[in-house]
T-cell receptor, first 112, second 112 residues
């Protein structure tokens, strides 16, 4: 299957700071990438859909000014959590789609 | 409202004890149904895509089937390394093309 990477895999930050997470599709070009968050013992919740060269589409209840998404190329999308707070602590997972969604390994964010 | 429900929530098996996981869906349209495996602290790993009722896919000890209302993931003679959370997800197509709606998952534990 296709390979999707995420960086960093783990990040700890202070409340009020911003954190950037990168998602790369390594062996195929993805016109669409998705960002999810997952709380402990829960399933994946879609946050936003990212299309190369256009603005991201956010799911209801997701603050677009807080979770900034940039999809600069067919292999790279970034999620920036701005002014992070402890309630933003979660497991963030991206996926890249070429018809089937292939997921990255996830990024665990802990906001102190 | 579109819904994806997985059962059971958790399943404990002895090594070699075959069983099935269920994913039932109530959706307005179905482009495809996907099965993923997720290990703790990692992103989901793609297993199968099913597109139409009657379709079956197999991979090693796993076999996925699809009807008009549900999908089954059959596990034959499972091994401890099959322990994971199994997620099913549906792509509704149409204006939601490419977006996945996930079930809550089934936590499978296989004891040696």
């Amino acid at each position: 299957g296709a390979v999707v990477s995420q960086h960093p895999s783990w990040v700890i930050c202070k409340s009020g700071t911003s954190v950037k997470i990168e998602c790369r599709s390594l062996d195929f070009q993805a016109t669409t990438m998705f960002w999810y968050r997952q709380f402990p013992k829960q399933s994946l919740m879609l946050m936003a859909t990212s299309n190369e060269g256009s603005k991201a589409t956010y799911e209801q209840g997701v603050e677009k000014d807080k979770f900034l998404i940039n999809h600069a190329s067919l292999t790279l999308s970034t999620l920036t959590v701005t002014s992070a707070h402890p309630e933003d602590s979660s497991f963030y997972i991206c996926s890249a789609s070429g018809g089937t969604q292939y997921f990255g390994p996830g990024t665990r964010l802990l906001v102190l | 409202e579109d819904q994806v429900t997985q059962s059971p929530e958790a399943l404990r098996l002895q090594e070699g004890e075959s069983s099935s996981l269920n994913c039932s869906y109530t959706v307005s349209g179905l482009r495809g149904l996907f099965w993923y495996r997720q290990d703790p602290g990692k992103g989901p790993e793609f297993l199968f895509t099913l597109y139409s009722a009657g379709e079956e896919k197999e991979k090693e000890r796993l076999k996925a089937t699809l009807t008009k209302k549900e999908s089954f993931l059959h596990i034959t003679a499972p091994k401890p390394e099959d322990s994971a959370t199994y997620l099913c997800a549906v792509d509704l197509g149409g204006t939601s093309y490419g977006k996945l709606t996930f079930g809550q998952g089934t936590i499978l534990t296989v004891h040696p």
